[in-house]
Nanobody, 124 residues
Framework: VQLQASGGGLVQAGGSLTLSCAAS????????MAWFRQAPGKEREFVAG???????SYSDSVKGRFTISRDNAKNTIGLQMISLKPEDTAVYYC???????????????????WGQGTLVTVSS
């Protein structure tokens, strides 16, 4: 299984950005998928996730501003980010959990496969 994240960049506060993660080797439709982020000097934290049946979950810090999506035909997931803040600056990682059932997990060790990360920088 390989995950390839893309779409990061530099954006001003209040702006928007959309990340994408392409999966190969396993269908995203039968996996739990998530986005995590890690800022310098901080632990990796959960951002958003989508379950097999399409349920979504968000961290409180991004709820209402970020939207996770899944495209089964393209075998990708996305993360639309609006109203970006400087504190959203981080490397964003997509992750895949092969567990078939249950809720979306918000801790990194639940996910077996990770993308390489894409840097999002929000300037003030």
């Amino acid at each position: 299984v390989q995950l390839q994240a893309s779409g990061g960049g530099l954006v001003q506060a209040g702006g928007s950005l959309t990340l994408s993660c392409a999966a190969s080797g396993r269908r995203v439709s039968i996996s739990k998928m998530a986005w995590f982020r890690q800022a310098p000097g901080k632990e990796r934290e959960f951002v958003a996730g989508v379950s097999r049946n399409g349920d979504t979950s968000y961290s409180d810090s991004v709820k209402g501003r970020f939207t996770i999506s899944r495209d089964n035909a393209k075998n990708t997931i996305g993360l639309q980010m609006i109203s970006l803040k400087p504190e959203d600056t981080a490397v964003y990682y997509c992750a895949l959990d092969i567990t078939a059932y249950g809720g979306i997990n918000d801790y990194p060790r639940a996910y077996e496969y990770w993308g390489q990360g894409t840097l999002v920088t929000v300037s003030s």
